[in-house]
């Protein structure tokens, strides 16, 4: 499933990029993404609120949470089955991506 993310980049990134412009930061991103199991579709520059980007990634569905059905006859869901449809499916796997992901993930300038 495709996803989109927007962002603005801070005074420190803004800083960071005219420091060293020959760094890629669609580099970054797609070993960012990569690391947690994505993959990068496409990447902006967005001029829209001060300096941004716009990413578009694919994550496979064994990442996604998955959703379970209400139990309440209802049919809505609770605070509680939304908080665990949200959370569901994090299990090692999941935290070692994680852990690598977080491993290639630097903070500007560095």
Do not use: W
Not at 12 to 34: D, G, Q
Not at 46 to 58: K, Q, R, T
Not at 62 to 85: K, V, W
Request: glycine content about 8%.
């Amino acid at each position: 499933m495709h996803f989109c993310l927007t962002g603005q980049y801070t005074p420190r990134a803004l800083n960071a990029i005219l420091e060293k412009p020959t760094v890629s930061r669609e580099e970054a991103a797609r070993k960012l993404i990569e690391a947690a199991g994505g993959k990068l579709i496409s990447m902006y520059s967005v001029a829209a609120d001060g300096p941004g980007v716009l990413v578009i990634f694919d994550v496979p569905d064994r990442i996604r949470p998955q959703p379970s059905p209400p139990d309440r006859h209802d049919g809505r869901a609770s605070e509680r089955e939304i908080d665990a449809a949200l959370h569901a499916g994090r299990d090692q796997a999941r935290a070692a991506e994680r852990g690598q992901a977080a491993h290639v993930l630097s903070p500007p300038g560095s």
